[in-house]
């Protein structure tokens, strides 16, 4: 079992940076993977990052590229995401995800544990 908590959020200035932490406890083959996903209002939730944990490497999907970072703390089991110069684009419901399987996957699908979400609301 894997709980994921996420905290962070809140509402962001247009331009400014977004910061999210989650943290990944339980069973570490449960978080082989560990993602951020976002929901925007009236769309589908797409993945935005994701980390191996047992190698650190970090992939983005293309609404962030260039934006954004995840990273993780192994010692305090924390995921961290920020992005970078954000728009209203970039609101919505944010979700920590993990995964204990082998394919890497930005498909919600594939991500068997998650978190409850926390809501990013993005001002002008």
């Known amino acids: 079992q894997v709980r994921l908590v996420e905290s962070g959020g809140g509402s962001v200035q247009a331009g400014q940076s977004l910061s999210l932490s989650c943290v990944a406890s339980?069973?570490?083959?449960?978080?082989?993977?560990v993602a951020w996903f976002r929901q925007g209002s009236g769309k589908e939730r797409v993945g935005v990052a994701r980390?191996?944990?047992?190698?650190?490497?970090?992939r983005y999907n293309d609404p962030v590229k260039g934006r954004a970072t995840i990273s993780q703390d192994t010692s305090k089991e924390t995921v961290s995401l920020q992005i970078d110069n954000v728009t209203p684009e970039d609101a919505g419901m944010y979700y920590c995800?993990?995964?204990?399987?082998?394919?890497?996957?930005?498909?919600?699908?594939?991500?068997?544990?998650w978190g409850q979400g926390i809501q990013v609301t993005v001002s002008a």
């Open positions: 339980g069973n570490p083959t449960g978080r082989r993977f």
């Open positions: 980390i191996r944990s047992s190698t650190g490497h970090a």
């Open positions: 995800a993990a995964s204990a399987g082998v394919v890497d996957s930005f498909l919600p699908r594939d991500y068997m544990y």
